[in-house]
């Protein structure tokens, strides 16, 4: 396949994944077509990388179905000055896609090899303003935080008490909570008071948020 039959799928994927379900941000449609999703997958999986759905990309990882990236995007409504905490890089696409949008993107992977080829590839393809580390999504990035936005692309049992604590007041987390099968997408708005609030956005199935060391 050629560059411009990608582009032509790419194009079709947010015409009937996105446009035709609920995705409106202007700003989230134009990253996911910007956003080359076939250079993201494994090289055997390229024709299919606009399909609607998860593809594996090793290590027991996936890469999210094109809707709930952009669906998580939308609904941490990203500012063009705001600083963006996502936890779990993967193959590095939400990165991407974050990056488009909002001024500096901090990403978390727990996988050597993922975020290796993660940081490989976005440097590739010219994206400067994210910053990839190794290590336990768990305990967040303190030393960058506070964050306007937090993204999480596997499902904890609960959400964290460290990344609540370094969400910025008016700042939003959005992340799958609970065990495979039994997972709810949630966004959590920390109040200016500190309190926050939840909002249940529907059922999700992601991968396990694993510890180090699991």
Known sequence: MTESDFDALRDEMVRTQLERRDVTDARVLEAMRQVPRHLFV????RQVAYDDRPLPIGHGQTISQPYIVALMT???QPGATERV???GTGCGY???VLAR???EVFSIELIPEL???AES???QLGIQNVTLRLGDGH???PERAPFDLILVACAPPEPPASLLEQLAPGGRLVLPVGTLGVQELRRIEKLPDGTTRCSREGGVAFVPMLRKGS
Do not use: F, K, S, Y
Request: charged share 25%; hydrophobic share 55%; aromatic share 4%.
């Open 74 to 76: 939308q609904l941490a």
């Open 101 to 103: 949008i909002v001024r």
């Open 139 to 141: 305990a967040g990035w």
């Open 85 to 87: 905490l996502e936890v």
């Open 115 to 117: 975020a290796e080829a």
């Open 121 to 123: 590839r976005l440097r």
């Open 42 to 45: 494994p090289d055997g999986l």
């Open 94 to 96: 939400q990165a991407a």
